[in-house]
């Protein structure tokens, strides 16, 4: 899990440039999620990258993730997002306030408006997975794109 304290101290650190390496290597310590994995139940609607999550939870009933993108920037992304949720109960983790977060972490200043679409959708699939296990109904997901 990464500490999203540590992340915004290197953003504050780093130029655009750096940032984006920085996001990249994120990506890489992130839990891969199986190839056989990579399907359309994985998959998350309304990226414009290719993104596959598995969610599950662990014996303690907290959110565990394992994921994968087709680019690099966006499996950064990914790793960042669900750290924001990680460790969490379904319960806590609908009560984050995770545009909040991201904002504190000005990480919309760092990547396209599609990009941030993509969040919104990797966002609302973690909270469908979390109303789905507390027995309430999904929200709407956006179309693929």
């Not at 998350?44 to 303690?60: M, R, T, Y």
């Not at 941030?116 to 027995?135: E, P, V």
């Amino acid at each position: 899990m990464l500490d999203l304290e540590k992340i915004k101290e290197a953003f504050e650190l780093l130029d655009s440039w750096e940032r984006y390496e920085y996001v990249i290597d994120l990506g890489k310590k992130m839990p891969m999620i199986p190839d056989a994995l990579k399907d359309e139940a994985h998959k998350v609607p309304g990226c414009l990258s290719q993104v596959w999550l598995d969610i599950s939870l662990d014996e303690k009933n907290r959110l565990q993730f394992r994921g994968d993108s087709d680019a690099s920037t966006v499996k950064g992304l990914v790793a960042i997002i669900t750290s924001l949720f990680a460790g969490k109960t379904p319960e806590e983790a609908l009560a984050l306030k995770p545009v909040e977060i991201l904002n504190d972490l000005n990480l919309d200043a760092q990547i396209s408006m599609n990009r941030q679409t993509g969040i919104a959708s990797m966002i609302r699939t973690i909270q469908n997975f979390c109303l789905h296990q507390l027995g309430r109904s999904p929200l709407p997901m956006p179309a693929h794109t």
